[in-house]
């Protein structure tokens, strides 16, 4: 099985870790800002990461390969059945894929991918203010949502503390972390989660990437 993309993307992160938990051997092509070729088109027609390929099979979209994987492969389960526990799921899936990504995105990408990967111009005005405004409400909300057992839902490991996990792991990488002293309960979930094996090993290349492009841009770097 071929999951097309980088794992810079927290949804192809998020694929990849889904499926280390699972214990499958998922290899990693590189795809994305016009690489990739064709099987990469076929399998996201849009060009988005993450592409995915399981022998005939092609499909895009960081959720549908994980509900794919999950269906194929129910052992150990990632998406509960219990219908709450599976609608609660899906809630912080979405809340990973769209309200965190609108804010994680736009710190990542003014601070590192618009400088670094496309040479373009960084807006240190819109990064600031999207980790000023934007991230805190999130991180408040988590903050409260965590249970005493330390995961998302069902107490046990699910695609909901992976999701969550994987914008988080992205921001850390150039430098953008969870005030512990703020959100306790949180920095502690988040330290566990990226510590598990499945995120630790991409996280050190991600951030070995990360630093070997130069690392995050930094306000003053503007001037001259």
Known sequence: MIVFGSTLSPYVRKVMVFGAEKGLQLELQPAGMGRGGPEFMAASPFGKMPGFKDDDFLISDSSAIVAYLDAKYPEPSLIPAEPRARARTIWFDEL?????????????????????????????????????????????????????????????????????ASPLATLGCIGVTVDAATYPRLAKWVAAMHARPSFAAIIAQDKAMVDAMGGPVPREALAG
């Open 96 to 164: 990973a894929d769209t309200i965190m990504m609108a804010a994680g995105s736009a710190i990542f990408g003014h601070r590192f991918v618009r400088p670094r990967v496309l040479k373009m111009e960084c807006d240190h005005d819109a990064a600031d203010a999207a980790e000023r405004d934007l991230m805190p409400p999130i991180l408040a909300y988590l903050e409260t949502a965590i249970p005493e057992s330390g995961f998302l839902v069902e107490d046990r490991l699910t695609l909901a503390d992976i999701a969550v």
